[in-house]
């Protein structure tokens, strides 16, 4: 199950069917794709995924501004199997870039990660050209560990202890 969360802004919740029609208006848009690799899933795909999340392993949100049920965008928290690290990935509709709603929605994604999940490191990947997802993980406190890096993409992450010291 995927709970709800909310921030003062954002509520966070399970994707439904009724949902696609929304991401339709964005995610084939060439400037959300910009930087997302050509292997990123099409819209059919992207809802198959984030409407059946493997169960304690994927949890999938919805964002949407406070108050309303319109989806502005996604995230996602991937536990790699076996372990106690997740991957974090959020993508939101161009209208609602540079609001800091990424860096909110990703905030309390990862705070429900270590409190709820028993995670220890929570990690993003972005490619290296992608700088409004780059400076987002900067704001929520993420580090850089170039020995995880890719040829074009950068590894972001944060630990436990940090999150909770910060
Ligand atoms: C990456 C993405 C999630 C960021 O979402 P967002 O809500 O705009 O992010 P935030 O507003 O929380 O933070 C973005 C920051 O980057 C800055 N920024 C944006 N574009 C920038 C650029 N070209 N150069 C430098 N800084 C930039 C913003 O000003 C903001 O920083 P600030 O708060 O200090 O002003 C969003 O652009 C998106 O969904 N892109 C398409 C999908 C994608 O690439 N997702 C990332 C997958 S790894």
Known sequence: MTPELYTSRLRLRAFRPSDRNTFATFVEDPAYRRYLGADHPDL???????????????????????????????????????????????????????????????????????EHLGLEEVFARASAANAGSIRAMGKLGMHPDRAQARADEVYYAVCRDDWRAS
């Open 44 to 114: 059919d795909a992207f809802m198959a995924n984030n409407l059946s999340p493997e169960e304690g392993r994927e949890f999938s949100w919805v964002i949407c501004s406070a108050g309303t049920d319109t989806p502005i965008g996604s995230v996602f928290l991937g536990i790699v199997e076996g372990t106690a690290r997740a991957e974090a990935a959020c993508l939101l509709s161009p209208v609602a870039w540079n609001h800091g709603y990424a860096t909110e929605a990703t905030r309390i994604v990862i705070t429900f990660g270590f």
